[in-house]
């Protein structure tokens, strides 16, 4: 089976586990809230939108088409959020209610009368989720800094310490704007660090809304005297990796693909590619040129 056939079945199978989840939170909603009339097909024509915009967003910016898709990609993003809700917490919903079919523990205020109280819970999910999609949107947007002292029992060169910042999936995207990566690098700038790392990940997907909005040029904006590296995650591979690297490289990032640095004669990065590769080499043959005797960082994207 060719590569091409299992990429294609793939996308296929997870299209369609989607659009049955989807489905599942449609009709369910659809029999709790008992809609009618134009209320009813307006809960229709906007579930519809809303389960169709991230897949329709991939596809335009695919396309270049930046009037539609960006829109769509912040619709679709939180769509992908709330999704992921409403599927858990209807999914819970069932199983107290299947549950209850066996041992009968629901209070008489439910079961007296069943149309009211799905009506309640179909409208107190939805405000939950509601609450739980904005309140991860914050807290997406608050930078966290965690400090880990290590202690490396090897020589150095002539350094005794030295400080490493790694910045976690950036995602570079229309939802992970200039705004957003400024606000990374300028907290990078701010912590004076030794090395910055970027191990994967670093463009969302496609490439398109990303040379859009020139945000690679933030990654210039990088100060660290030993230099930036980073490596390839799943999502440069789903827009390109070659394209994708080539972009980050043009913004001064090197790209450890598959390879080893030795930093200013005191320590080692070796930086693996991922998973997504057709071939990446073993750990074991990556670490034939590195002196053991220094510490060295392994840069491995999951």
């Given amino acids: 089976m060719t590569r091409t056939v299992i990429f294609i079945s793939v996308v296929s199978l997870i299209f369609s586990i989607y659009g049955l989840a989807n489905y599942y939170i449609f ?10 009339g134009n209320v009813r097909l307006a809960y229709i024509v906007v579930f519809a939108f809303l389960a169709i915009s991230f897949i329709a967003a991939m596809f335009l910016e695919r396309a270049d088409i930046f009037v539609l898709g960006n829109p769509l990609s912040w619709i679709g993003s939180f769509w992908l959020g709330a999704f992921v809700y409403f599927l858990v917490i209807i999914a819970a919903i069932d199983l107290l209610r299947l549950a209850n079919q066996l041992v009968h523990f629901f209070p008489s205020v439910i079961t007296s009368v069943p149309a009211k109280a799905a009506r309640v819970a179909a409208y107190s999910v939805i405000s939950v989720v509601v609450l739980l999609v904005i309140y991860v ?30 910045a976690y999936d950036i995602h570079l995207s229309s939802i992970i704007n200039n705004g957003r990566i400024t606000a990374i690098v300028n907290k990078l700038n701010s912590l004076k660090a030794d090395i910055v790392l970027l191990p994967g990940d670093i463009v969302d997907g496609d490439l398109n809304p990303v040379v859009r909005q020139n945000l690679g040029e933030a990654l210039r904006q990088i100060n660290a005297p030993l230099g930036v590296y980073a490596i390839t995650g799943n999502h440069e591979y789903i827009g390109g ?20 640095v030795f930093i200013d004669g005191s320590f ?25 005797k220094y510490p060295v960082i392994l840069m491995d994207h999951h």
Avoid: Q, W
Wanted: proline fraction near 1%; charged fraction near 35%; charge should be positive.
């Fill in 268 to 292: 080692y990065v070796v930086g693996r590619e991922d998973r997504s590769a057709r071939k990446r080499k073993p750990l074991s043959e990556l670490m034939e040129n590195v002196d053991r």
């Fill in 27 to 36: 009709i369910r909603g659809l029999h709790a809230l008992r809609l009618t």
């Fill in 137 to 166: 949107f914050i807290n997406s947007h608050i930078i966290r800094v965690r400090t880990f002292d290590i202690k490396i029992a090897k020589e150095a060169g002539g350094r005794k310490l030295f400080k490493k910042k790694t």
């Fill in 241 to 260: 990796a070659e394209k994708a690297c080539h972009y980050i490289i043009e913004h001064g990032v090197k790209m450890l693909r598959d390879s080893t």
